[in-house]
């Protein structure tokens, strides 16, 4: 039983970060048809920015050296800075190319964006040490919950309550979702369009650097690759969702981080190692029965 | 009885123009290689027509579909594997691969054989994963070939008693030259061809257009995409069988992102929506990533040598990706193929008309 309740509390954490990311990229997905790979260097880079670039493996601190509200707030500046870099050169230019352009140039993007944290910072994965008082464990009620899954939890559920209230009470939040029913309608009424995308690729932004920072808070590592995985999972937390509903990704978020915690769980020893294939397989498996995800949106349809 | 002959000779070069147009460039471009140039040259041009399969067996799903396929290069690793299984190492697989069948473990199998049934394996494998894949609408089919990469890089990175996990497998025999590779190239192409011509792969390419006006003309998307996605499969096999014979080495993390994506960058700069671009981007980015790499190590200019710090290459394809899509975006070829130039045949249709008169 307590074990349940662990394995529970592991995979709301895990469910919760890649709610986050895909929100993040749903976002982005609604306001512009575009599914953005270069949210996992968003990831990368928010991390990076606590360090020196230096080709050292434990690195002195640049931003992390500065007290937390200093060091957050510096992360943030850095990724939205990037986001909304990334938006008005390389993106806005092509808006109104079909997607699969889009998608091909996002890619390039993160290639580009990759390579340029691995040019600056080498490519070896480096240690850093932030955060470590957190990851004592806190027992609540015979559970052991390590404080860096509590911190992560708190973070994600602020954030998706904030990300609600901002899409249902603020103005710009209810710009944002009419142009994700529907853009041409939406710019009609009098939504301007720069300002909608470049304030959903901001949030991403945000969403990426609160991603980085508990990244390398549970993990203590930096790595070039760090974003990659969750971003990989966040593409199917949204398709399984439906694409373009946005939640439909949270909820894909929350599925696919459950499914990971308990595969990890209950799969046998000799074949954990193949637990990721085993996720890709069953969201394959699902998109079978429902190829337009749980919850279809009409903006996802082709529209004619 | 010559002019009513020739019309029809000069029809057909004229209908299959950007084939044999590039046929004729490779064979001259290779020919010329093989006299003149030094072995490292003739590797890069060897390496390059390997390319040139790879991107036209992407092409042949991604160019007529008009849906990215990120999840090619699975097929590719497929094959060389099943090729290294079957023709690697006698002494050493028993040993090193002791999860192997013993038809596998303890057999060594003639290489055009493995050849054969690991292009065979290739296209199987591409006609199942299809069979699910192909049911989705494009974006959504786009990311679920991300997933079948990403489950076969996870199997075969973990599998360890079969596929040696993340070590490479060396060892296969080395019998790759420029030649083989040329005809590997021209098969492929040759094929990408006869199925863009095909009613199948006019439909498809119909369906690019337009989806949903192609499905209401009663055009099938289903099984119009699941033949193009096996044929690339069965492409992107050979790619892997002549990639491993070349390089005598196979090692499962050179079968991933970075291999599709620059597969992906030569298609987008060549131009996906036609044949010929495939196979232009691949020369044009082969030439700009040697070009670049010959920098960073360094040229010397007078009494300094100039360079450029690693990691430039990839900086500057990812660069030209961008600025291709951007300003035209559908690639240097624009989306057409080859033809044979129009005073041509104008001069041609003249001279005849004046002997029939």
Not at chain 1, 135 to 163: D, F, N
């Amino acid at each position: 039983m307590q074990n349940l309740v662990q394995i529970l509390v592991d995979a709301v954490a895990l469910g919760s970060l890649y709610a986050l990311v895909a929100l993040a990229i749903g976002l982005v997905f609604g306001v512009m048809r575009l599914i953005n790979f270069a949210q996992a260097d968003y990831i990368t880079i928010g991390a990076f920015a606590l360090v020196v670039p230096t080709a050292s493996v434990s690195p002195p601190l640049l931003l992390g050296a500065l007290p937390l509200a200093f060091m957050v707030g510096g992360v943030v500046t850095v990724v939205v800075l990037l986001a909304l870099a990334t938006e008005r050169l390389a993106f806005r230019p092509m808006r109104g190319s079909d997607p699969a352009t889009l998608l091909i140039s996002s890619f390039a993007v993160s290639y580009f964006l990759q390579n340029l944290v691995m040019m600056i910072h080498s490519g070896r994965p480096k240690s850093v040490g932030i955060g470590n008082s957190l990851s004592a464990a806190i027992e609540i009620g015979g559970i052991r919950v390590p404080g860096t899954q509590l911190l992560t939890m708190g973070v994600t559920s602020v954030m998706l309550v904030a990300m609600v209230f901002f899409l249902k009470k603020t103005p710009m939040g209810i710009q944002m979702r009419a142009a994700a029913e529907n853009f041409e309608m939406a710019r009609l009424m009098g939504v301007k369009a720069n300002r909608v995308i470049a304030a959903a690729f901001a949030i991403s932004g945000i969403m990426a650097a609160a991603v980085s920072l508990l990244l390398v808070v549970q993990t203590g590592t930096l790595d070039v690759r760090m974003g990659l995985m969750p971003v990989i999972f966040a593409f199917f937390a949204t398709v399984i969702g439906g694409m373009g509903s946005l939640p439909g990704a949270a909820l894909g978020g929350f599925i696919v981080g459950f499914v990971i915690v308990a595969l990890q769980a209950f799969l046998p020893p000799d074949l954990r190692a193949f637990r990721d294939a085993f996720v890709f397989m069953l969201v394959i498996g699902f998109l079978l029965f429902r190829p337009k995800g749980l919850i279809v949106n009409r903006a996802a349809r082709e529209r004619v | 009885m010559k002019t009513a002959e020739l019309p029809r000779w000069q029809a057909f070069v004229q209908r299959h123009f950007a084939v044999l147009f590039i046929a004729a460039c490779l064979v001259v471009f290779v020919a010329v290689v093989e006299l003149f140039a030094s072995v490292l040259v003739q590797r890069v041009v060897t390496e390059a027509l390997i390319r040139i399969v790879i991107v036209v067996g992407i092409y042949v799903f991604t160019g007529n579909s008009g849906i990215i396929s990120f999840g090619s290069v699975t097929f590719m690793a497929v094959a060389a594997y099943a090729t290294g299984w079957q023709t690697c190492c006698a002494m050493l697989k028993p040993i090193t691969m002791s999860g192997l069948p013993s038809i596998l473990r303890d057999h060594t199998y003639p290489v055009y054989v493995s050849a054969a049934t690991s292009v065979g394996l290739a296209a199987l494998l591409a006609f199942i994963t299809g069979l699910i894949l192909m049911r989705l609408s494009g974006l959504a089919a786009s990311i679920s070939t991300l997933a079948i990469l990403f489950i076969l890089n996870v199997t075969y990175s973990n599998w360890e008693t079969v596929t040696m996990g993340t070590a490479s497998m060396v060892g296969l025999p080395t019998y790759i030259t420029p030649w083989l590779a040329l005809a590997a190239a021209l098969l492929a192409v040759l094929c990408a061809w006869i199925f863009q011509n095909s009613a199948r792969g006019l439909l498809l390419r119909a369906s690019r257009a337009d989806e949903v006006a192609a499905a209401a003309c009663g055009v099938s998307l289903y099984w119009s995409r699941l033949i193009a996605f096996t044929l690339s499969g069965a492409i992107m096999g050979l790619a892997g069988v002549l990639s491993a014979h070349f390089l005598g080495t196979v090692s499962i993390n050179s079968y991933f992102l970075n291999l599709t994506f620059l597969a992906l960058a030569m298609l987008v700069v060549g131009g996906m929506k036609s044949l010929s671009g495939a196979v232009v981007g691949v020369i044009v980015v082969s030439t700009i990533i040697d070009v670049f790499r010959r920098i960073e190590v360094g040229i010397p200019v007078g009494d300094v040598t100039f360079s450029l710090p690693p990691g430039t290459q990839e900086l500057v394809l990812a660069g030209v990706m961008i600025i291709i899509l951007m300003f035209r975006k559908d690639g240097l070829m624009g989306g057409q193929e080859f033809r044979l130039p129009v005073r041509f045949l104008r001069q041609h249709r003249r001279s005849l008309e004046a002997k029939d008169t």
